[in-house]
């Protein structure tokens, strides 16, 4: 199993730019969500999916969407980018329903200037 | 309000030496308990867990925690730290049949020969 997988790796965007970041899991894992992760604030959860067809807000949603059509796949959308969305954005994902046992991806790190 | 405090915001100790990472959490409900591990550039990957039962729960890579209800503490040990400890580590709290979980800041551990 690849395991949780996301591209890019790294991606720089202006300010007002829009982009999607990948994430895909081969688990067959119902739960998947989006972290940003900041110096000093730890992770913070940005969306999630219990399941295909079904999302929900995190903590700091504002500016992004996602949709999960898939089981494999949760991509996340950047809207307008502002320099405040730079970050290293991590994708995870769990087999059941709740957050427990998270499987992480590598991380995307997105410059916005 | 539901959140985990990890109080050491970097640690630096000596190969071999003995480490306690600390972790409190305020949460209504009977929480679950996490550590995640977190090494230079990459995602985090899970360490160990408490649900509920033996308070003293056994992790990989030779961690172990403890977790004191009365303290609302879920501290991370090691007996004896290995150079390959060197990374990020975060707590986090759930709880039955949650769809997310909090996490703590993180406590960046440092490791001299």
């Known amino acids: 199993n690849a395991g949780v997988t996301q591209t890019p790796k790294f991606q720089v965007l202006k300010t007002g730019q829009s982009m999607t970041l990948q994430c895909a899991q081969d688990?067959?894992?119902?739960?998947m969500s989006w972290y940003r992760q900041d110096p000093g604030m730890g992770l913070r959860l940005i969306h999630y999916s219990v399941g295909a067809g079904i999302t929900d807000q995190g903590e700091v949603p504002n500016g992004y969407n996602v949709s999960r059509s898939t089981t494999e796949d949760f991509p996340l959308r950047l809207l307008s980018a502002a320099p405040s969305q730079t970050s290293v954005y991590f994708c995870?994902?769990?087999?059941?329903?709740?957050?427990?046992?998270?499987?992480f991806g590598p991380g995307t790190r997105l410059t916005v200037t | 309000a539901q959140s985990v405090t990890q109080p050491d915001i970097h640690i630096t100790v000596s190969e071999g030496a003995s480490l306690e990472l600390r972790c409190n959490y305020s949460?209504?409900?009977?929480?679950?308990l996490f550590w995640y591990v977190q090494s230079p550039g990459q995602g985090l990957q899970l360490l160990l867990k408490y649900f509920s039962g033996d308070t003293l729960v056994q992790g990989i890579k030779g961690f172990e925690a403890e977790f004191k209800r009365s303290q609302s503490s879920f501290n991370l040990r090691k007996p004896s730290v290995h150079w390959s400890d060197a990374a990020e580590y975060f707590c986090?709290?759930?709880?039955?049949?949650?769809?997310?979980?909090?996490f703590g800041t993180g406590t960046r551990l440092q490791v001299f020969p």
């Open positions: 986090a709290v759930g709880t039955y049949n949650t769809d997310k979980l909090i």
């Open positions: 688990m067959n894992h119902e739960y």
């Open positions: 995870a994902s769990s087999r059941d329903r709740e957050a427990y046992e998270q499987y």
């Open positions: 949460y209504g409900a009977t929480p679950y």
